[in-house]
């Protein structure tokens, strides 16, 4: 198989001819085509006809939420209205160009809408007039800030890093999700709000067509795909499910309403043509929250705002990009990752629930229960006022469901070169193995062509790190200075003191894969993720499940260019790990054999205290380093990965 542009995770049983790329996606149904843009006048619900979620006045709907969902949710909107409101100093917003920090003012801006949300669910519940003094303390302070978005993406604006210029509003993913905050109160409250101020609803209003839907109409940013042929990732659909939430429920002049969603439906299409046909993200199941779930969200609401005329459901790609969570899954809350995406996650269950209904996926809706079993209250994994509201409103019929994850044994991605098997379907004894190939110039690219992941019975084995919290420097020219980017913190080799190099030119090449009932093999080429100064001329890696065995094999045939020394294949472990002759014990659950005799061991000690990496990782990683000194121009070496 020759090598793609991008890595993602494709569908499982997918026949592996399976069209990708630019070809695939020019024949694909686009949205902006569904319905001429002469006729969307016609075709969308005017906003006070639109109805998606109940309104505070549908007293059945809300009254029927009751139990432990409706306690959790008045009880903590109680606790919360008794706090002050968080403050956001200019210093504060500062912090990221001093010094390169942008977590500390992101959550005090992030207290401030969830706050809102909490209050505005409690007072639809509750529907006694309690919270909506500080519902308008909310919304107003909102609206008196300079702007909604966060210091890490201020730089788009003409003045660079600074603070925000109140005279050009731009839109990041943090100021639209503030709009669609702004936009669901408005629809849920309504006239509610009157009572406190006939103010409150122009203002909130006012702001949301101020610092959004004109800019949208005015400006194109990059994250709407229109100023490149490349792929855009999640920033798309995130920004537009929050665009088109605030135009469907608070735009009113019907040629903008009309302008708007337009533009949004030709935006999701750049988003869409991204994508192989096998659905895979190659941003990982971290970033799935906000691309696939964000894009049925988007989706959904065209859907329901057209009464099912503009339906994007039936662009095949969009399930498999659905199907992707399960594909990703290991078991409990651990995820395969590559790149930035985060090994262990709670996706959103109510997105992941109804997307399964939506495209009638069963596997999918079960995977939504079990993820909401594994969480802490009928509120979390939800987030954004919309997805909080799907929870409330569904949370009594996943919990009926059986909370049984598909877990399937096999797992192959074309479109992003990514497999993974496991010993049996169904269940996480034995070894997991996931690698892919793809390329890197990836979103959230780390350089990792070739890397691989290992599980025993559902636990980390052989890991990839992931990321450090964000930093100024982490979507900067500097990235890969930064120790998790580099292939060194990976499973792969060093050659020569050469790691990966960064770009498009560096890929995998010659993919291959099989699965059968006795073994999964993945095996490719990796050498021109180097340059040529490295001097690899083959670097051909097998990586095997042997599902009778229980047991996984790591080949690596190589030719050099010139006598290169030494050879390292690194090897990246949460565990604490004993080495023998010719061998490793890791935690004393699983041990790897290989020639000691050629290979000598060194351990490294990795202190990790990133509040991103310890909670998952805790306080120390591992990095073996099998070490040939003296390599011939061509080898071969071989490991294998038991059971201890």
């Not at 519902?135 to 300079?146: C, M, P």
């Not at 103010?199 to 101020?210: G, I, K, Q, S």
């Not at 969480?375 to 979390?380: L, N, Q, T, V």
């Amino acid at each position: 198989m020759s090598s793609i542009a991008r890595r993602t995770f494709t569908a499982a049983g997918l026949a592996a001819g399976l069209a990708t790329g630019a070809a695939s996606a020019a024949s694909r149904r686009r949205l902006a085509g569904v319905v001429p843009p002469e006729a969307l006048a016609e075709v969308l619900l005017p906003a006070k006809e639109l109805t998606y979620f109940p309104r505070v006045t549908d007293r059945a709907a809300w009254n029927a939420i009751g139990g432990e969902a409706r306690t959790a949710l008045i009880g903590a909107a109680e606790t919360e209205s008794k706090a002050p409101w968080t403050q956001l100093p200019a210093s504060l917003f500062l912090e990221y160009k001093r010094n390169g920090n942008r977590s500390r003012f992101e959550a005090q801006r992030r207290r401030r809408r969830d706050r809102l949300t909490l209050l505005v669910l409690a007072e639809c519940c509750e529907n006694q007039g309690r919270f909506l003094d500080d519902i308008a303390n909310g919304l107003w302070l909102i609206s008196e800030e300079t702007w909604w978005g966060v210091p890490a993406h201020i730089g788009v604006q003409k003045i660079g890093v600074d603070l925000p210029d109140p005279s050009e509003q731009i839109i990041d993913l943090f100021a639209a999700d503030t709009g669609s905050v702004f936009a669901w109160t408005d629809y849920l409250l309504g006239e509610r709000l009157d009572t406190v101020s006939s103010l409150l609803r122009p203002r909130l209003r006012a702001e949301v067509t101020r610092r959004l839907l004109d800019p949208y109409l005015a400006r194109d940013f990059s994250w709407m795909g229109f100023s490149s042929p490349r792929p855009v990732n999640n920033w798309n659909p995130w920004i537009n499910s929050n665009i088109i939430t605030c135009t469907l429920l608070v735009e009113t002049v019907a040629a903008r309403r009309v302008a708007l969603v337009h533009k949004i439906l030709r935006s999701l299409d750049r988003f869409i043509e991204g994508y192989a046909d096998d659905g895979g993200c190659d941003e990982g199941p971290g970033y799935w929250g906000h691309a696939a779930a964000s894009l049925y969200e988007c989706l959904d609401l065209l859907h329901a705002a057209s009464k099912g005329k503009i339906d994007g459901f039936e662009i095949p790609v969009v399930a498999e990009m659905g199907r992707y969570i399960y594909r990703a899954h290991i078991a409990g809350d651990w995820y395969t990752n590559f790149a930035d995406a985060a090994p262990r996650l709670h996706p959103a269950w109510p997105v992941v629930y109804r997307y399964g209904m939506r495209i009638g996926d069963e596997r999918l809706q079960r995977h939504a229960a079990y993820v909401l079993s594994l969480s802490s209250g009928a509120r979390a994994g939800t987030g954004s006022t919309a997805r909080s509201l799907m929870g409330l409103l569904d949370y009594e019929e996943v919990r009926k469901l059986p909370a049984t994850p598909p877990l399937l044994r096999d797992v192959w991605l074309p479109g992003v070169q990514v497999m993974a098997a496991r010993v049996k379907e169904g269940a996480a004894n034995g070894f997991y193995l996931a690698a892919q190939g793809g390329h890197n110039a990836e979103s959230h690219n780390h350089n990792d062509v070739g890397n691989f992941i290992v599980y025993l019975d559902g636990k980390p084995l052989l890991i990839d790190v992931g990321v450090e919290s964000y930093t100024s420097k982490t979507f900067s020219s500097r990235r890969y200075e930064i120790w998790t980017m580099q292939s060194a913190y990976h499973n792969l080799p060093t050659i020569g003191g050469a790691q990966q190099q960064a770009g498009r030119e560096y890929e995998a090449a010659a993919v291959e894969y099989k699965a059968t009932d006795e073994a999964a093999e993945y095996a490719l080429d990796i050498h021109r993720a180097w340059d040529a100064n490295a001097g690899v001329k083959r670097w051909r890696r097998t990586l095997r499940l042997d599902r009778r065995a229980n047991r996984v094999s790591i080949a690596e045939d190589y030719a050099l260019a010139r006598p290169t020394a030494p050879i390292e294949l690194n090897l990246m472990t949460p565990h604490p790990v004993t080495a023998g002759a010719g061998e490793i014990l890791f935690a004393k659950a699983a041990r790897l054999r290989f020639d000691g005799a050629r290979l000598r061991t060194q351990i490294d000690e990795i202190a990790v205290n990133d509040e991103r990496l310890t909670p998952v990782w805790g306080a120390r990683l591992y990095r073996v380093r099998l070490v040939d000194a003296s390599p011939a121009l061509t080898g071969r070496f071989e490991l294998s990965l038991e059971t201890a």
